[in-house]
């Protein structure tokens, strides 16, 4: 089902999804953008994130319950510290597709009070061709700042997430 659910077009399923969320009263607000995501609404990164647990040995959790450790011990204190760089990785990846998110943007947000950055941007192009290139440029490289940022404050663990298979 997981694997369904992955290959399935997001635009196959908008339809629905504005339907539910225009019923909770979420068009014109900045729920639909984040709060998906934050929900694992990607199947990819559970499918992610159980690639990297099946990675773990296996002989971590026998000794952890030969020590008498139960099984929220053995998560908390031993799966969740090794599934630190996945996580990480997540989270880099949600925030950066999250933010280059157009389409739904373009389709959640009328209110110019509420528009993104990307919305900003696109509302400053002019298809008649009086468009400002240069503030149309300058904005365009300081929307790339947030990203640049997280990427190299978080770089280690985003490489650790990719690289490692759940070995310290």
Known sequence: MMLVTIMLPYHVTLVPQYIIFSELHWINTYLPLFLPKWLA???FFILLMV???RGIPKELDESATID????QKLYFRIIMPLLAPALITTAIFTFIWTWDDFF???IYLSDIKLFTVQLGIR???DPS??????ALMAIS???LVPITLIFLIFQRYFLDGIATTGLK
């Open 41 to 43: 609404h990607d199947s």
């Open 123 to 125: 509302a400053l192009f």
């Open 51 to 53: 690639q990297f647990i």
């Open 68 to 71: 008498g450790c139960s099984q």
């Open 141 to 143: 490289v300081l929307s």
């Open 104 to 106: 739904s943007q373009m």
């Open 129 to 134: 061709g009086t468009s400002d290139w240069g």
